[in-house]
């Protein structure tokens, strides 16, 4: 069986029209509607082996769905090198924000020295969802215990009009908040970023349970 063969044994009609309002810039036609979940176990079956391989060479692939399974292959292959060619030829394929969103590539985790350059690429793409990308990546693995201040300065420099870029940035400020507030919130004191992602990230840091009650109240007042 093709991936595709797979995939249409789980469609689901009523989920195709739920997922076409997700995701309003691809055509309700290249849609399938595929639960998640089984997309995940569709590329857990075909890891690894030729129809895999073959799928994989398959580019551009026509469904939503398809581009799903392709980066949940790309996010198990475990050598760094591989995983990363694999990566950087699918990007560009990415058009819109679930497929960039949903694939954390294991074997990044244990590569965060070699992963930063490529992180810093990725965000100075001019491909929308590659720079996407680049700041999840970055939100993942370095606001914890490999941060350092200047990466905000990567993603608060970054331009662009495109909502789905825009709502990255904010994103990322807003987890930023959570989890490095006295290096974050100067961005904000000193409005570094233009006034939809400031105000975005400061209304998604206020939602958020892991901010403070006390760090909520001031965000309040630089809205």
Known sequence: MTVYERLIEHKDDEYRDFQSNLVPNISRDRILGVRTPEMRKIAKEVFGTEEG???????????????????????????????????????????????????SP??????HERLLPLIRKWIDSDHVYTSRFGMRMLMNEFLDDDFKP???????????????????IAWYFATALAKQYDAAIGVFEEHRLDDWCHKKAIQKAIESFRVTDEHKEYLKTLR
């Open 53 to 103: 391989k073959e799928f994989m060479e398959e580019l551009p692939h026509q469904y939503y769905e398809e581009n799903l399974v392709h980066f949940f292959l790309i996010a198990q292959i475990k050598d760094f090198d591989e995983c990363v060619r694999e990566t950087e030829c699918f990007l560009p394929y990415i058009d819109c924000w679930p497929v960039c969103d949903q694939s």
């Open 106 to 111: 294991k074997s990044f985790k244990k590569n």
């Open 150 to 168: 200047v990466y905000l300065d990567w993603v608060a420099s970054k331009e662009g009009d495109d909502y789905y870029l825009k709502m990255m």
